[in-house]
Structures are given as C-alpha cells and as structure tokens.
C-alpha cells in the first residue's frame, strides 16, 4: 500500500512513461517536444512550446473501495490494514506552434496509454517505496463533459489548448491501522539456566 506520496508517484511515473517513449521526431528538431506535469501556476501563466503536459485537476475517493481493508501480510497479523482508494483525474494537455504537432503529441499519448495502461512498483517504487509489489494503477479515458473542460480552462483565464482527461484507478494509500489489543498476560516464562 502507497505512504501520501503515492499521488506524486503516480504522476512522476506518468511523466516518465511519456518522456522515455516520446517518438525520435517529436523529441529532436526542429520540434523539440517536451513532457512535464504543470500545476496551477504553470497553466495560468500560459503554456509556451511544444509541450505534452500531464495536469491533475482533481482527486476523489474510490465509490467501490472506501469501506474495504485488507488482511496484513507477512508476520504482523494482528488487525486489518485500513487504506484510502484514491483516483486521480488528470488531463492530458498538447500545446504546440502548429496544429499538426498539436494533434502529433495528443494522439502519439494516447495510443501509448491505450497500449500500457497500467503501472506498478516498477514504475513508482522509486518516487514511493511504500508502493506494494502486486499493486497496480490503470490508466483510462475519464468521462468529463466539454462545458467542465472549458470551465477549468476559464479559471486560469489562459487560451484553450487541446486537452483530454483521464483517470488512474485507484491508488491505495495507506491508513493509520486499528489499534488491536491482544489477550491479557497470564503468565511469565524467565529463562534460567545452570551458572
């Protein structure tokens, strides 16, 4: 199970997919793409270049896993492990000088996510070394109408650009376990021996 920093690793991993992969002629010139995730700031000062951006733009608990526990492993079997399943809406945003390395970057994205739309240890353990080895994070189109998308982009107060949201499902993050007692001490061995 993921410690808080599953999220971030989730999304450097994402970053990493896309710039390891990145085709030979949208990396070099004379296009010169780029992969980064963007926050707030970067997208309300105006993205510049050609760019392939990955924006998280909202977070929400899991409607199927909030009230699940699982059982702990290995020799701590004391309790049950209580987690927080989180899904991640991310956009996909391609920003370009020219409409065709616009429409180059955001379609070379997607047919790379709808090749590989998992990740795991792998790809996060290095960010999340709490990441558990047989989780996994799948990555897939996210339902979100056109007048939400545009409401986002209203906010930054910054020109639309080609954007396409998606969605991982569903990073476990790691909870505070009950508090479990055993049974009360009846009795006391001491180890004694010959001198």
Do not use: C, K
Not at 77 to 86: M, N, S, T
Not at 146 to 170: G, S
């Amino acid at each position: 199970m993921a410690s808080y920093r599953g999220v971030n690793g989730v999304l450097v991993a994402l970053e990493d997919f896309f710039r390891r992969r990145l085709p030979q002629e949208l990396g070099n010139p004379p296009t010169n793409a780029s992969v980064a995730l963007l926050g707030s700031g970067d997208i309300a000062d105006h993205l510049t270049g050609n760019l392939l951006g990955i924006y998280l733009h909202r977070i929400t608990i899991d409607p199927h896993g909030r009230s699940r526990s699982f059982p702990r492993r290995g020799t701590d079997i004391g309790g049950r492990q209580p987690e927080l399943p989180v899904n991640l809406h991310f956009l996909l945003i391609a920003n370009a000088r020219s409409a065709t390395i616009e429409a180059d970057l955001i379609n070379w994205a997607m047919v790379a996510l709808a090749n590989e739309s998992q990740l795991d240890v792998s790809h996060v353990g290095a960010t999340d070394a709490d990441w558990g080895e047989r989780e996994l994070v799948t990555i897939s189109p996210d339902e979100m109408s056109t007048e939400d998308l545009m409401r986002i982009w209203d906010v930054f107060e910054t020109p639309y650009t080609l954007t396409v949201p998606y969605v991982a499902r569903t990073v476990r993050l790691r909870l505070v376990p009950e508090h479990v007692e055993g049974p009360p001490v009846v009795t006391r061995v001491f180890p004694v021996g010959e001198p």
